[in-house]
């Protein structure tokens, strides 16, 4: 059973940074795609990045230039580097595999606000 934790949200001013981490437990992690999602208030979740086995990435327009996405296979850990934020990016942010999604974990809180 894999398991995912998100880390690293919290408040920030626009045109702040944050950094999240996500953390997936099992051996087969390096064999995964990869991906960031987000969900709003009132709003479905939405993938705004990922990344293959191979490193190949894709980004949503929305934060398309803004946000990166890297991974670790050693560390079993996906990235999401988030800069230039603005309030829109407010949302809870989740990890998962785009295609076939494992177990949802608790995912961390982005508030983007002055």
């Known amino acids: 059973q894999v398991q995912l934790a998100e880390s690293g949200g919290g408040l920030v001013q626009p045109g702040g940074s944050l950094r999240l981490s996500c953390a997936v437990s099992?051996?087969?992690?390096?064999?995964?795609?990869m991906g960031w999602f987000r969900q709003a208030p009132g709003k479905q979740r939405e993938l705004v990045a990922r990344?293959?086995?191979?490193?190949?990435?894709n980004y949503a327009d929305s934060v398309k230039g803004r946000f990166t996405i890297s991974r670790d296979n050693a560390k079993n850990t996906v990235y999401l580097q988030m800069n230039s934020l603005k309030p829109e990016d407010t949302a809870v942010y989740y990890c998962?595999?785009?295609?076939?999604?494992?177990?949802w974990g608790q995912g961390t809180q982005v508030t983007v606000s002055s």
């Open positions: 998962n595999a785009p295609i076939i999604p494992f177990n």
């Open positions: 990344i293959t086995s191979g490193g190949t990435t």
């Open positions: 099992g051996s087969r992690f390096s064999f995964y795609t």
